[in-house]
C-alpha cells in the first residue's frame, strides 16, 4: 500500500495550494481519507476528511471556510484545495486511509502517506 502526498510548496499569506495524495494498493472506496499536519515543535493534528463516497465532509475550526477536501474514487486520489493560506498553516501534511472509526486523532488508521511540506510566508 502507497499513499503518494504531493503539492506542497512555498507562498505567501494569502495564496492557495492544492494536495493531491494518490493511493495503490487498497481499496480506496472502503477508506475514509483525511488530511491531517503537523508543524515543527507540535503534536499531529487534523484538518480534513472525508467519507467514501464523497458526500460528507469534516473540517478543523482553524481551516473552515478555506480549505476543501475532495476525492475522486475513479482514479483513487484525495485532494486538499488551500486557499487564503496563513503562516499558521505552515507544516507537513499528511494523508491518512481511515478504516472506518472516524477519529480525529489519526491513531486507528491504517495507512499514511509521506507528508508534503507546506510553508506560508507572511
Known amino acids: 500500500v502507497q499513499l503518494q502526498a504531493s503539492g506542497g510548496g512555498s507562498v505567501q499569506a494569502g495564496g492557495s495550494l492544492r494536495l493531491s495524495c494518490a493511493a495503490s494498493?487498497?481499496?480506496?472506496?472502503?477508506?475514509?481519507m483525511a488530511w491531517f499536519r503537523q508543524a515543527p515543535g507540535k503534536e499531529r493534528e487534523f484538518v480534513a476528511r472525508?467519507?467514501?463516497?464523497?458526500?460528507?465532509?469534516d473540517y478543523s475550526d482553524s481551516v473552515k471556510g478555506r480549505f476543501t477536501i475532495s476525492r475522486d474514487n475513479a482514479k483513487n486520489t484525495v485532494a486538499l484545495q488551500m486557499n487564503n493560506l496563513k503562516p499558521e498553516d505552515t507544516a507537513w501534511y499528511y494523508c491518512?486511509?481511515?478504516?472506518?472509526?472516524?477519529?480525529?486523532?489519526?491513531?486507528?488508521?491504517?495507512?499514511w502517506g509521506q507528508g508534503t511540506q507546506v510553508t506560508v510566508s507572511s
Open positions: 472525508i467519507s467514501r463516497s464523497g458526500g460528507t465532509t
Open positions: 491518512g486511509a481511515d478504516p472506518g472509526t472516524w477519529s480525529y486523532t489519526g491513531t486507528s488508521y491504517d495507512y
Open positions: 494498493g487498497l481499496t480506496f472506496s472502503r477508506y475514509v
